[in-house]
């Protein structure tokens, strides 16, 4: 299986491993999770804009989640 093939997988609602549709919950879920980053991302980017020194939390928590194993 492909990176290509898993992200089709998830497109088109079904689970990588058995082939089973994503319950309606999950998409919901995901949809919440996915407006909360956005806001995340926003609230961050005007309080950096409001105060500049705020980019240092930002930027060390951002270069925590991409360093998480």
Not at 8 to 21: A, F, K, M, Q, V
Not at 52 to 66: D, T
């Amino acid at each position: 299986m492909t990176t290509t093939d898993d992200i089709s997988s998830t497109l088109s609602g079904e689970r990588p491993g058995d082939g089973t549709p994503v319950k309606k919950k999950h998409k919901a879920r995901r949809r919440v999770a996915k407006g909360l980053a956005w806001f995340a991302l926003l609230l961050t980017a005007v309080l950096v804009l409001a105060e500049p020194w705020l980019l240092l939390p930002a930027a060390a928590l951002l270069a925590a989640i991409a360093l998480w194993d």
